[in-house]
């Protein structure tokens, strides 16, 4: 079993929560340097835990970070989630035109997260836009786990870009 160590680990077990993250999404989460977290990402890339994709936009150049196979072995392996809660992509990403609007979502779905924790609220699940179902190359049925019908024909419906479900850890009233 390798050793790594809690801010590798917490990096992990972030990146496995959120999907996709950048670097300064991952020191807003740690409080960490951005030099201390660029040396973590170089192990667990070098280990195999994490890919990452170039995206550079309006001549800023930024790489966002998702979880490997290996990567979500790692956190099942030292506990630190549940095998479901682990978000993978299920393709390698080409995020390009989407990238600043992921980014963002990502972001609200940071501060969301932080907001509800101390409040006492737990999210029990979570779904982005693009969390998908199905598979488009041979059933031709890829689909945004945030559809939402409004009839039962599944001919209206709508795309939120985000859905939450949460519970509230018995502090009535501070919601």
């Known amino acids: ?54 995206v550079e936009k309006y001549s800023k150049a930024e790489n966002m970070y998702y979880l490997s196979e290996k990567g979500k072995d790692i956190i099942i392996s030292h506990e630190k989630a549940f095998p479901e809660d682990i978000k993978l992509p299920i393709w390698t990403p080409l ?38 179902t199905g598979n488009n190359r041979t059933s031709h049925n890829l689909e945004s786990k945030t559809k939402l019908s409004l009839d039962p024909e599944n001919k209206d419906f709508f795309m939120p870009d985000g859905i939450m479900i949460t519970e509230n850890q018995g502090n009535q009233g501070k919601n």
Do not use: P
């Open 1 to 54: 079993m390798t050793i790594i160590n809690n801010i590798q680990s917490d990096i992990l077990e972030n990146i496995g929560r959120y999907k996709f993250l950048t670097v300064s999404q991952i020191r807003r989460i740690t409080g960490k340097s951005v030099s201390y977290i660029r040396e973590n990402l170089s192990v667990l890339t070098k280990l195999s835990y994490i890919k990452a994709y170039h």
């Open 95 to 132: 995020v390009v035109r989407d990238f600043q609007h992921r980014k963002n979502f990502i972001d609200i779905h940071i501060a969301t997260h932080e907001h509800l924790k101390n409040r006492n609220t737990d999210i029990l699940k979570f779904y982005a836009y693009f969390d998908k």
